[in-house]
């Protein structure tokens, strides 16, 4: 297993991330907890200390289940990662609930890791009102020994994100950012590890194969790949993306069977960064995956200025692009609730003054109906 360094701690470079942990007949409320205790047996027998969990994983079963599992071990001999929901708006002001009860549901007295959970669009104004007491909680604990280290994780734009750092910024001492090489660009997670470099914050990895989507690809694409490295698996590419950017500290895999953990551990034996031709060409598989579902947006704003609705076109068919090729998901939804309802996709009246302007003859107001659609609206 290979180890990073954080602060005085060496950390598996992969994490097992329980938000997809074995079910009984297909219930993700029902955890398999045999499965889960030889999962979590072969994990720790094959270097791996780092365990992430959360609140709302399998309906609130997750840290339930890694609990029992780990409460095998002696508690200094892995580290345990859970946060707190501002995901779900009524949590706020629920800061030291929820805590307490996430400390008896995982049967520790302390956490190694604790996060904000998903700093984005719709929560980001209430993450920064003090007036709520999660970030002074936190801070408390942190003091009082029962979080060790304090960080968050976002799904949120590098705007989100900057204005969280400016609000917390001297207390986050790491995040978690969704990253695999088909985000590098289509959700800037690029720009987000810039941005979180800038600030001196080591990067964790959620969604490497971006929900097991990236685990296999279409024959032409895989060829590509085993003509580079015939040996390497397809899943393994993305590990070895990962490897590639040295700010990257623990890649967490939400492994939902023994075999997925054991392969992923396999690949976490060696460390074998990219060159830069694997690198393009990996790259260029990702911009190809996109280009085949997403719209052309260059971002280039002529279409704003002539819409009578003042709609933030460009960052609209983003969101469009991102659930498209997703094909649903929460982030689009997500986004969406927190902009103002007149300004949000169903707003579009299909005047097609955009439309005459843009330079990719996107057909927007189609788009924008689309869209409305995909999200009820």
Not at 368 to 374: E, G, L, R, T
């Amino acid at each position: 297993m290979i180890y990073k360094n954080f602060q005085n701690l060496k950390l598996s470079a992969l994490g097992m991330g329980t938000m997809r942990l074995p079910v009984i007949s297909g219930d993700d409320s029902c955890v398999d907890q045999e499965a889960v205790n030889q999962m979590t047996s072969c994990a720790i027998q094959s270097g791996i200390n780092y365990f992430d969990t959360a609140w709302g994983y399998h309906s609130g079963q997750s840290e339930l289940a890694i609990g029992r599992a780990l409460a095998a071990y002696p508690r200094e001999s892995f580290y345990l990662a859970d946060k707190f929901p501002g995901y779900d708006l009524s949590n706020m002001g629920k800061a030291k609930e929820i805590f307490e009860k996430q400390l008896e549901k995982c049967g520790v007295e302390y956490f190694d890791f604790y996060l904000f959970h998903n700093v984005c669009e719709l929560n980001i104004n209430q993450y920064l009102d003090r007036s709520y007491g999660t970030y002074a909680y936190l801070l408390e604990q942190k003091k009082n020994g029962r979080i060790r280290h304090l960080g968050f994780s976002a799904h949120g734009s590098c705007e989100v994100i900057e204005r969280f750092l400016e609000a917390y910024g001297e207390a986050m001492e790491f995040c978690q950012l969704q990253i695999n090489y088909l985000d590098w660009d289509f959700q800037e997670a690029r720009k987000k590890v810039e941005l979180l470099r800038k600030h001196g914050i080591p990067v964790w990895v959620m969604e490497p194969l971006r929900g097991g989507s990236l685990a296999s690809l279409k024959p032409e694409h895989e060829a590509r790949l085993r003509a580079l490295r015939p040996d390497e698996t397809i899943p393994a590419w993305a590990f070895r993306f990962l490897q590639s950017i040295p700010d990257v500290t623990v890649t967490l895999s939400g492994m939902s069977n023994l075999e997925q953990l054991k392969q992923n551990i396999a690949t976490f034996e060696t460390d074998k960064p990219l060159n830069e031709t694997e690198m393009a060409t990996l790259l260029s598989i990702a911009e190809e995956m996109v280009k085949k579902i997403a719209l052309p947006c260059t971002a280039c704003r002529y279409c704003t200025s002539h819409c009578p609705q003042g709609l933030n076109i460009p960052s609209l068919l983003a969101l469009y692009n991102e659930h498209a090729f997703s094909n649903g998901g929460f982030i689009a939804p997500m986004a969406v609730s927190a902009i103002e309802e007149d300004k949000r996709p169903n707003a579009c009246i299909g005047c097609r003054s955009c439309e005459a302007v843009c330079p990719q003859q996107i057909k927007i107001s189609e788009a924008m109906a689309d869209f409305s659609k995909m999200l009820g609206l």
